[in-house]
């Protein structure tokens, strides 16, 4: 960032912090004897309630121009918190979030993951840091474990030595295997779960969130199937398509996390399980994505093992041939595995208080509906609006 933009941010910061928005204590809110201290944001709110009212969040969102992050931006701008969009690499990829809120509500700031100084100067000043970075494989800077584990580390201690006083942190559900109901075995997970520990550690009231895998315009979840029906003819799936998911509607998802937001209190060192209401298997999500963009089905089966040499190729990122990689290694186990509701996973077992839409009053959205076939339809063969000429 510039000088002259450094220099806006901080005369921002400055003149929230006059006038009573931003509220600071003098001492930290992760300590669990402190949660009295926690105060919600509705109570230096002014206005009716849009986008040109006040809520009281001063929020600075990590992972802002990434699938979920506009949807969590657009959240927050709509009722008139003032949101910092913490962005790196073009300008141009965070242009579209400022219209989601009222004239100077969004305000990107510009980070680089190992500046620390970046970092925290983007964090200063806020009343809720909500991280949304991560990572589905390697590239040239930056791996699995830097992003998921180390970048997540330390935008949590940071936010505890500014004293912030709410922090999130999205996760993901993990993939638990029928050998192994205790650890996952991809990468990616493992990642995730770690990734999760050390945030807690380093920042005891955070807030997490484990969302199933999350569907919407433009995610990574329906669109690859899409993409491979339209491009290849057909859709690799691991065992048969036989393990379970749950997905979960991406704007679900953003509004658990603002709900959490305005909350601060209720959520504070919680961690919550977010998933669809419906469980299907992989090869039914395939054949709705088929049935959807009107291609014929064509599955290319492939045993774990197979699928894991193959997808480990396949998720070989380079800039040139495969600048972003549909199936990677940890797909092939992910999808050899259930990824859903522990409560369903452990079969009657006791397993850790794990909060989900139901504490949160949210009532989540079918893939199987008119939502999810509007998502499909741009890859319809015949073009996004060839459905005037089918017959459902």
Not at 27 to 40: D, G
Not at 140 to 154: K, P
Not at 294 to 314: D, F, W
Not at 321 to 350: C, H, K, M, Q, Y
Request: glycine share 8%; net charge positive; with cysteine.
């Amino acid at each position: 960032m510039d000088s002259c933009g450094a220099a806006s941010v901080r005369l921002l910061r400055l003149s929230l912090q006059r006038n009573g928005s931003a509220v600071r204590y003098m001492s930290s809110p992760t300590n669990l004897s402190e949660k009295a201290r926690l105060v919600s944001p509705v109570l230096r709110a002014e206005g009716t309630g849009g986008r040109s009212s006040v809520s009281g969040i001063i929020a600075t969102v990590f992972g802002s121009t990434g699938f979920l992050g506009r949807y969590v931006v657009s959240q927050l701008g709509r009722i008139g918190s003032t949101v910092f969009v913490a962005w790196r690499g073009d300008e141009l990829d965070n242009r579209h979030l400022k219209v989601m809120g009222d004239l100077g509500q969004i305000n990107p700031i510009q980070i680089e993951a190992r500046d620390i100084n970046s970092l925290r100067r983007s964090i200063a000043g806020s009343n809720v840091v909500i991280n949304l970075i991560g990572k589905w494989y390697d590239t040239r800077y930056y791996s699995l474990e830097d992003v998921n584990i180390g970048v997540a580390e330390t935008i949590a201690r940071l936010a505890s030595l500014e004293q912030v006083e709410h922090f999130i942190h999205v996760s993901a559900l993990p993939a638990y295997s029928k050998a192994n109901s205790e650890y996952p075995e991809d990468r990616w997970s493992r990642s995730k779960i770690e990734g999760e520990r050390l945030v807690r550690q380093a920042f005891p009231r955070a807030t997490i969130f484990r969302p199933a895998d999350i569907w919407g315009m433009e995610d990574r979840f329906l669109a690859r199937i899409a993409t491979s029906l339209s491009r290849l003819g057909f859709v690799p799936v691991v065992q048969g398509g036989k393990s379970r998911t749950q997905p979960v509607w991406v704007d679900d998802v953003a509004r658990a996390i603002v709900s959490s937001v305005r909350n601060p209190e209720s959520t504070a060192g919680k961690t919550y399980e977010l998933f669809g209401p419906r469980v299907l298997t992989r090869r039914e999500v395939v054949e709705f994505v088929a049935d959807s963009t009107k291609r014929e089905l064509n599955l290319l089966n492939l045993p774990l093992p197979i699928a894991k040499v193959v997808m480990r190729l396949t998720g070989m990122r380079l800039p040139l041939v495969n600048p972003s990689p549909l199936f990677t290694e940890s797909d092939a186990v992910r999808e050899a595995s259930d990824v859903i509701a522990s409560s369903i996973l452990s079969s009657g077992e006791e397993r850790e208080a794990l909060g989900t839409f139901d504490d949160l009053d949210i009532i989540p959205h079918d893939l199987l509906s008119d939502l999810g076939r509007n998502t499909l339809r741009q890859y319809r063969k015949g073009g996004d609006r060839s459905s005037l000429f089918y017959v459902d």
